[in-house]
C-alpha cells in the first residue's frame, strides 16, 4: 500500500505584545519575644526599589530602549501608555539616573580595563542638551568617548564642557603612557599640568593629520 509523504507546513511567525504587570513584594515585620518594647524589625526593600517603584526587569528594558535602540524617552512614554501604564519622562529620565548611581561598581571596572595597557584614545563630540536654566536654547555639551584599540573596550562620560578639568576625571591618576588624540589644547594642557607631567605621552590623531594634506592640496591645486 502506497502511503503519499506528509506535507508539514512550517508555522508563520507570531508576535505577543510585551505586557506590565505588578510584583507584589512582602516585607515581613519582626519583633523580639523577649524585648517587645524594641522597635519592630523590617525586612528591606531590594536596592533599587528603595529609591523608585519600577523592578530591575523594567529598568533594564527601559535603558536598552532608550540606549540601545536610540528612542527618546517622550517615545517611549508613548510606548508604555498605550499599554496601560502611563509614565512620565521625567520618571524615566530620573530612572536612568538611578541605574546610572548603581551601576557604579561597574563602570570604574570598565575604566580599570580600559586604561590598562598604556594606550588609549579620547575624543569628545559636542551634543545639544536642553538646559532649565537656558531658556529657548540649548546648551552645547561633549560626549567623551575612551577607546582602548588593543582590548576593545571603550568607556563614555558626558561632560558639559571640555576643558582639562574633564580629562582629570576621565583618565585615572595612577596612569602612565600613552594618549591618542587631535590637536584641542586641552589635551597638551592635560599632559602638562603638575599632577600629570611625565606621566603622560601625547599622539596625533592620523585623520586629523591626513585632513591636512587634502586642505593643502585644495589650496595649491595639483601642484606638487
Given at each position: 500500500m502506497f502511503t503519499p509523504p506528509v506535507?508539514?507546513?512550517?508555522?508563520p511567525p507570531a508576535c505577543?505584545?510585551?505586557?506590565?504587570?505588578?510584583?507584589?513584594?512582602?516585607?515581613?515585620?519582626?519583633?523580639r519575644k523577649?524585648?517587645?518594647?524594641?522597635?519592630?524589625?523590617?525586612?528591606p526593600l531590594p536596592l533599587l526599589q528603595e529609591r523608585c517603584i519600577?523592578?530591575?526587569?523594567?529598568?533594564?528594558?527601559?535603558?536598552?530602549?532608550?540606549?540601545?535602540l536610540h528612542l527618546p524617552y517622550?517615545?517611549?512614554?508613548?510606548?508604555?501608555?498605550r499599554a496601560g501604564v502611563p509614565l512620565t519622562r521625567q520618571t524615566l529620565s530620573n530612572w536612568g539616573g538611578?541605574?546610572?548611581?548603581?551601576?557604579?561598581?561597574?563602570?570604574?571596572?570598565?575604566?580599570?580595563?580600559?586604561?590598562?595597557?598604556g594606550y588609549v584614545q579620547i575624543d569628545e563630540t559636542p551634543v545639544k542638551y536642553q538646559d532649565p536654566e537656558r531658556k529657548g536654547t540649548c546648551g552645547t555639551g561633549y560626549?567623551?568617548?575612551?577607546?582602548?584599540?588593543?582590548?576593545n573596550p571603550s568607556l563614555f562620560a558626558?561632560?558639559?564642557?571640555?576643558?582639562?578639568?574633564?580629562?582629570?576625571?576621565?583618565?585615572?591618576?595612577?596612569?602612565?603612557?600613552?594618549?591618542?588624540c587631535d590637536g584641542y589644547q586641552a589635551y597638551e594642557s592635560f599632559s602638562q599640568s603638575p599632577r600629570r607631567q611625565g606621566q603622560i605621552q601625547l599622539a596625533g590623531c592620523l585623520a586629523h593629520a591626513r585632513r591636512k594634506f587634502f586642505e593643502a592640496q585644495a589650496e595649491g591645486g595639483d601642484a606638487r
Open positions: 506535507r508539514v507546513r512550517s508555522k505577543t505584545p510585551g505586557k506590565f504587570s505588578c510584583q507584589k513584594i512582602i516585607r515581613r515585620k519582626y519583633v523577649k524585648a517587645r518594647h524594641l522597635p519592630l524589625v523590617t525586612a519600577a523592578t530591575p526587569r523594567l529598568l533594564a528594558h527601559t535603558l536598552t530602549q532608550r540606549f540601545e517622550c517615545r517611549i512614554e508613548q510606548m508604555y501608555a538611578i541605574c546610572a548611581d548603581a551601576c557604579g561598581l561597574i563602570i570604574l571596572a570598565i575604566q580599570k580595563e580600559v586604561f590598562a595597557g560626549f567623551w568617548v575612551v577607546h582602548n584599540p588593543v582590548r558626558w561632560h558639559t564642557g571640555r576643558v582639562a578639568a574633564c580629562l582629570e576625571s576621565l583618565v585615572p591618576a595612577d596612569f602612565i603612557g600613552l594618549i591618542q
